[in-house]
């Protein structure tokens, strides 16, 4: 199986436990993952990234696979406020 059979078959689970792996070098339970680990859950994360994910994150893969940074005028306009209900301290 290539890399993008196995992604495209992955589950949204099996993403976050790899994505966990390779940002934290662990596994969600604690145990220690090893270099060769590490890069292999990169990799499958970034793919999964491209295939499935329509991320708002600053620095994402793109479906064609290339990274995606988006620059602050642009994160500011997604994370704008004036099309989104959100609770409100300052109301109290």
């Known amino acids: 199986m290539d890399l ?8 949204e ?9 390779a940002e934290t070098g662990k596994w969600p339970e604690g145990t220690v993952v090893d ?3 590490k890069e292999s859950a990169l990799q499958i ?6 295939r499935h994910l329509n991320s708002d994150e600053m620095l ?4 064609d696979g290339q990274m995606v940074m988006k620059s602050k ?17 300052s109301d109290l």
């Open 4 to 11: 993008l059979q196995l992604v495209d078959n992955m589950s």
């Open 13 to 21: 689970e099996m993403y976050l436990r790899l994505k966990c792996a």
């Open 35 to 37: 270099q060769a680990q």
């Open 45 to 50: 994360t970034m793919a999964y990234q491209s």
């Open 60 to 63: 994402t893969i793109g479906p």
């Open 73 to 89: 005028r642009e994160l500011k306009q997604d994370f704008s406020i004036k099309d989104k209900n959100i609770a409100r301290f």
